[in-house]
């Protein structure tokens, strides 16, 4: 199906947004994925049917991040419902197509805190007893999770990195460990020397990923020199927290200093009760994935991969017919489009960055990723409206990714864009209720590409074939030059 773009063409008055795209630089994307942790992910070690459906640039969704529970056990024997096995042969389908494997405690084991067991402590069978991580064991941390890198690697995964704690601002009944800043600051900056990097090669260190994405937790690990040394990803969730009020302030001194930025859990409309989200909550997923993105942030990890509120069904038919086991659901369509899109692009500003956490029906973003310029639309509304594009140079083609729930298949269509001749502006529809994105080919004879823009850092970078950013360069990768203006394959030894 070819898409006809009016280039400037007069259409029948409706409501109008005019977009600029300009060629400035911000944050690499990294990617988007998914926890594997028990629960709705039940029968937990065996079944990975949704993760390959989900992972990798052959699958329908192409994700490339997977998060996985590191239990208190010292052996990956069991512990309650949790234990490494679990997680295992999703791990092992996530690194045998290309992704990347992270793992984050929820517990460090019970015989390190102080309430002697790998539970939060916040309940009346538990003594209300506030379980944090005793000083005196501050030592073994970083020991016992060369323990799990070790197991991981023996049993075939070799695993991209490893986060401090989940949630440590949040004192629950469950496996937790409460750190206040300043006692994450104290464990990093004495005993991260000891994670195992060199046995362990190109294993990186995630800050703790508080509830709340705050400058609380991320600023005090950034302004201190040792802790900035060790950290290299700074990770939060998104409870209670919107991404363009918590998280782009968050993100700032990380970005600053060359770190990466995760959004590491959240789940949107996982509340609504015995049925489906709409599409129109389905939107509504769509642009907290879009604002993440303009905060700054340069990896998305949504919570349940398998959940009826997430992308791959549950089977249960308390949910409805179309919540079948393992069957891809529209939320799955709509992550998609960063997934398989925006994954190792470089975003771009525009002229319509939302910058605020207040409501806005329409969103907007764009990126750019080699050769092609990425434009992302969101309408929720229930009324069409024409997009004015302007881009910062001129293209030759395109190609239109569009969902609107009412696709019977992959809740997904793609069109050509047709283009007659290079041209850098067009009008095109959005139709009510939709999630759009452009992508444009960028016209090789266009003077505009030889001048373009520096990028906001002032030296080189690193990226492997799937676009995840390297440390340091190694084995056959993509190099940005010095002063962003070029990008060659390079082969490392």
């Not at 028990?38 to 989900?54: E, I, R, T």
């Not at 600053?256 to 599409?279: A, F, Q």
């Not at 605020?356 to 969103?363: D, K, V």
Request: glycine share 8%; proline share 5%.
């Amino acid at each position: 199906m070819i898409l006809m773009a009016a280039v400037l063409a007069s259409q029948a008055a409706k409501p109008r947004s005019s977009l600029t795209v300009y060629d400035t630089r911000k944050q690499t994307i990294t990617g988007f994925g998914g926890a594997c942790c028990d629960g709705a992910m039940k029968p937990f070690g065996s079944d990975n049917a949704c993760v390959g459906k989900l992972y990798g640039a052959k699958s329908k969704i192409g994700l490339n991040i997977l998060r996985m529970e590191i239990s208190p056990s010292f052996t990956g024997d069991n512990w309650g419902d949790y234990d490494w096995n679990g997680s295992l042969p999703s791990a092992k389908t996530v690194k045998n197509r290309g992704g990347i494997v992270f793992g984050t405690p929820w517990s460090p084991p019970g015989e390190y805190k102080t309430n002697g067991t790998a539970q939060g402590g916040n309940a009346e069978d538990q003594g209300y007893q506030k379980g944090k991580l005793r000083e005196d064991c501050y030592e073994k941390f970083f020991p016992w999770l060369n323990t799990f890198l070790k197991w991981m690697k023996d049993h075939g995964v070799a695993v991209d990195a490893v986060s401090i704690q989940n949630e440590p601002d949040w004192w629950v009944s469950y496996s937790g460990c409460l750190y206040d800043p300043e006692d994450e600051v104290k464990l990093v900056k004495n005993y991260a020397h000891m994670l195992d990097r060199e046995t362990f090669a190109g294993v990186r260190l995630i800050s703790g990923e508080p509830l709340g994405f705050t400058q609380n937790y991320t600023d005090p690990l950034m302004k201190d020199p040792t802790c900035r040394e060790q950290i290299d990803i700074v990770a939060g969730h998104l409870y209670g927290h919107a991404p363009l009020i918590y998280m782009k302030e968050a993100a700032k001194l990380p970005l600053e200093y060359g770190k990466e930025v995760w959004m590491t859990e959240h789940s949107v409309t996982d509340n609504i009760g015995e049925r489906l989200p709409t599409w129109h909550e389905n939107l509504i997923f769509a642009e907290e994935l879009n604002e993440c993105m303009l905060a700054g942030c340069t990896g998305y990890i949504y919570w349940y991969l398998r959940a009826h509120w997430a992308f791959a069904g549950t089977g249960e038919s308390k949910y409805g017919s179309a919540n079948k086991k393992d069957e891809l659901l529209p939320r799955a369509f709509v992550m998609s489009h960063f997934s398989k899109n925006v994954t190792g692009s470089t975003r771009l500003t525009t002229s319509l960055d939302k910058t605020t956490g207040e409501g806005n029906p329409y969103e907007f973003s764009a990126y750019i990723k080699g050769d092609s310029l990425i434009v992302m639309a969101i309408d929720t509304l229930d009324t069409p409206r024409d997009l004015k594009i302007k881009l910062p140079y001129k293209v030759k083609s395109g190609t239109l990714w569009q969902s609107t729930g009412n696709e019977t298949e992959n809740l997904c269509q793609k069109s050509d864009i047709d283009i007659t001749e290079p041209t850098d502006e067009f009008l095109f529809e959005m139709p009510a209720r939709s999630l759009n994105t452009y992508i444009f080919m960028i016209d090789d004879g266009d003077a505009a590409i030889s001048n373009l823009q520096p990028v906001s850092d002032d030296t080189k970078t690193y990226f492997d074939l799937q676009g995840r950013r390297l440390p340091e360069p190694q084995g056959i990768c993509i190099e940005r030059s010095v002063n962003g203006t070029s990008r060659k394959i390079q082969v490392w030894k």
